[in-house]
């Protein structure tokens, strides 16, 4: 008798494998879960959640890292022109990291723009400024060049004609071609915690020279926003905005 051969094993499932069987012999296969799709409510729902995460990443952003602003005047010419779109790093301002030749925007908190500078807007634009997904249209803040941190002594001009801090004379290539340091004469000496600040186009710009008299002519830390680093509009003026560490690199220390 030939000796009879056990079937091989398959990963193919068969009849006796774990399927129930309905009665009378007949197998009842097993129905998934068909899920349904979001609609109404629940889709409305997520739209919301999504629109206010946006909203909130980008209020937060805009708090605490960066902020966007328009140029409104040539003051900052040649490094920053008319309707130029420019960021500012927030962070900066909140922590003090503000240096000689930055580049800063601030609140007018002295009075330093005229009255009715400030542009009206929609509900809709100011909504998307605020949380900073338009640039700041904002006429209550400025943007100037640091020449003098707290302690330093400032003044113009030199018998070259040079904007000297702590009696060192400053090269200024950043300056508008043509135009001089100043026309304008100071001597100045920078209390602590605040900044003497200039425009890079001098014989257009109402800086820190045209408020001495008043005795505004500081602007306070706890009103600068930020630095500003690039200039993101017209595409065609995009560039990276950098401190001119060589103007100020020779500057002494206050007090020495």
């Not at 919301?48 to 605490?64: E, G, M, R």
């Not at 905005?241 to 060589?246: A, C, S, T, V």
Request: glycine fraction near 10%; aromatic fraction near 8%; charged fraction near 25%.
């Amino acid at each position: 008798m030939a000796e009879q051969q056990e079937p091989e094993v398959t990963g193919t499932p068969g009849p006796s494998d774990d399927v129930p069987k309905a009665r009378g012999g007949r197998t009842r296969r097993r129905r998934g879960r068909e899920e349904k799709p979001t609609t109404g409510w629940g889709a409305v729902r997520e739209i919301l959640v999504v629109v206010v995460l946006a909203l909130l990443i980008a209020f937060v952003a805009k708090t605490f890292l960066i902020r966007g602003f328009f140029i409104p005047s040539g003051s900052m010419e040649p490094t920053l022109e008319l309707d130029d779109r420019i960021f500012v790093n927030v962070l900066d301002g909140r922590m003090g990291n503000i240096e000689r030749g930055d580049i800063v925007v601030f609140d007018d908190t002295q009075g330093w723009l005229p009255a009715g500078t400030q542009r009206a807007g929609n509900p809709v634009k100011s909504a998307l400024e605020f949380v900073g997904l338009l640039p700041d249209s904002s006429q209550q803040a400025l943007v100037k060049r640091v020449i003098g941190v707290g302690g330093d002594h400032v003044t113009c001009c030199d018998a070259s004609g040079k904007v000297t801090v702590n009696g060192k004379a400053l090269d200024e290539p950043y300056l508008y071609p043509g135009a001089s340091p100043s026309e304008i004469p100071f001597d100045v000496t920078v209390p602590d915690g605040e900044f003497f600040v200039l425009g890079d186009h001098r014989n257009a710009s109402a800086d820190s020279r045209y408020h001495i008299e008043t005795g505004t002519e500081f602007v306070k830390r706890e009103d600068i926003v930020g630095t500003a680093f690039v200039i993101a509009w017209p595409l065609d003026r995009f560039e990276f905005l950098h401190n001119p560490e060589e103007t100020f690199q020779d500057v002494p220390a206050a007090g020495k």
